[in-house]
């Protein structure tokens, strides 16, 4: 079946750090992919998402390229923000579904 | 727009007891909802997708004679943890989604502890 595989956190930044978090997938066909956030207390919230191949998501300051080559869906920021400390999660669906798969979710913390 | 609300947000009870999870879409009908598990420091695990005025679709491995799910409106989805037990403490976050939008809304989730 599907899956989604991502970096375990917990990632520890400094403020104004650039930030990677790896996640790769398996699927028939050519899924969707998503990355969500949770915000400490809160429910997860849509953060970009790419349809196809090279497709780039892009979405407060964070992007993500759909790479069917090397089936990756990598979430980059080039300046994090104590802000944008939470859980981030990678997820896919089957094309023309909406069906989530998630990965493990990885934990971010910025410090000043 | 697309706020999902869960109620409540947190639950203890006894083991042996049951306890209801509400999940409400309170600005649009959503004709699909999704239960999710979630375990510490672990992915959301899909439980149920329900869709309205029929039953819900269980996961494998998922016992739907425990984990009741009804869906009897277009803004309304019950979780029942029946006969509870101290391994069915966990996190359990509810989505819903409406027809020709490929994207879930999420609601924050219930914590849930037996004791």
């Known amino acids: 079946g599907d899956s989604v595989t991502q970096m375990e956190g917990p990632v520890t930044l400094s403020e104004e750090a650039f930030l990677t978090i790896n996640c790769t997938y398996t699927a028939t066909g050519y899924p969707s992919l998503f990355w969500y956030v949770q915000y400490p207390g809160e429910g997860l919230q849509l953060l970009l998402k790419?349809?196809?191949?090279?497709d780039k998501g892009s979405n407060k300051g964070f992007e993500a390229t759909y790479r069917k080559e090397t089936t990756s869906f990598h979430l980059e920021k080039g300046s994090v923000q104590v802000s944008d400390s939470a859980v981030y999660f990678c997820?896919?669906?089957?094309?023309?579904?909406?069906?989530?798969?998630f990965g493990t979710g990885t934990q971010l913390k910025v410090e000043l | 727009g697309a706020v999902v609300s869960q109620h409540p947000s947190w639950v203890i009870c006894k083991s042996g007891t049951s306890v209801k999870i509400e999940c409400r879409s309170l600005d649009f009908q959503a004709t699909t909802m999704f239960w999710y598990r979630q375990f510490p420091k672990q992915s959301l695990m899909l439980m149920a997708t329900s869709n309205e005025g029929s039953k819900a679709t269980y996961e494998q491995g998922v016992e739907k004679d425990k984990f009741l799910i009804n869906h009897a409106s277009l803004t309304l989805s019950t979780l029942t943890v029946t006969s509870a037990h101290p391994e069915d403490s966990s996190f359990y976050i509810c989505s819903a989604s409406f027809p020709g939008i490929h994207e879930q809304y999420f609601g924050p989730g219930t914590r849930l502890t037996v004791t």
């Open positions: 997820a896919s669906s089957p094309k023309g579904g909406n069906k989530l798969t």
């Open positions: 790419a349809t196809k191949a090279d």
